[in-house]
């Protein structure tokens, strides 16, 4: 919660209207008669458009479906987390005490989605070709390498190839529940293989979640056999 002029130098952009910044880097844990929700559903819808037209022009040859799997492995929770990481968001987010004591600086559902939000605030502020600007050049900062081979791995295949090739089976994805109001629902999944959870993950659909549990569960297999 410091002075956010520093946040603003590493966004290479500065707000007109104070007020904007300052409801994007505020949660709803602070108290305020404002916070940054709003602003985190606009910036979603924006990212998504950006880094879709991004890969668009990136990956001429690529067909629809490989273009999704890029797409979703970068515009998600893990992904804007990473971003946020980069330019050290978290030091300067409102937070109740409560949130501050519980490791919500570090946080990555807060993190994502008050990186959205800072988007969603540029976007308002100077349009579409500022924010696609600023949104491009942390992408590529965050990610040094953007191609197929990396970005668009299925971690659902990879663990399935696996485990039939270690055990013998398969797994199946049991979903333990969701949260959230429904325009930002959290789903939770757990991978169970040979009746133990071998892991679980929370996503904004199932198939995000059901990506990062194998992610995980691919990581602790491969722990196991070294």
Avoid: C, W
């Avoid at 916070?35 to 924006?46: Q, S």
């Avoid at 942390?138 to 990879?158: C, F, M, N, R, V």
């Amino acid at each position: 919660m410091n002075d956010y002029s520093h946040l603003e130098k590493r966004l290479n952009y500065t707000f007109e209207n104070k007020q904007l910044i300052i409801e994007a880097l505020t949660h709803k844990s602070y108290k305020k008669p404002y916070n940054n929700e709003r602003l985190e559903f606009l910036g979603d819808a924006v990212l998504d458009l950006i880094v879709g037209e991004y890969l668009f022009a990136k990956f001429p040859k690529s067909d629809e479906g490989i273009l999704s799997k890029i797409r979703a492995s970068l515009v998600n929770e893990s992904g804007f987390t990473l971003l946020a990481r980069h330019i050290q968001l978290g030091d300067y987010i409102f937070l109740s005490p409560a949130e501050e004591n519980n490791n919500g600086r570090d946080k990555p559902s807060l993190l994502s989605n008050a990186f959205e939000a800072i988007l969603g605030a540029i976007y308002l502020e100077a349009g579409l070709a500022v924010t696609k600007k600023i949104a491009i050049l942390l992408l590529e900062e965050g990610h040094p390498k953007i191609d197929l081979q990396s970005l668009s791995k299925d971690y659902k295949t990879a663990l399935q190839e696996l485990t039939q090739s270690t055990h013998g089976v398969t797994p199946t994805y049991e979903m333990l529940g969701s949260s959230g109001p429904d325009h930002k629902k959290e789903f939770e999944i757990a991978i169970i293989l040979d009746g133990k959870v071998l892991a679980r993950a929370t996503g904004k659909s199932k198939k995000e979640a059901q990506q990062k549990a194998a992610k995980i569960a691919l990581t602790a297999l491969k722990e196991q056999k070294s």
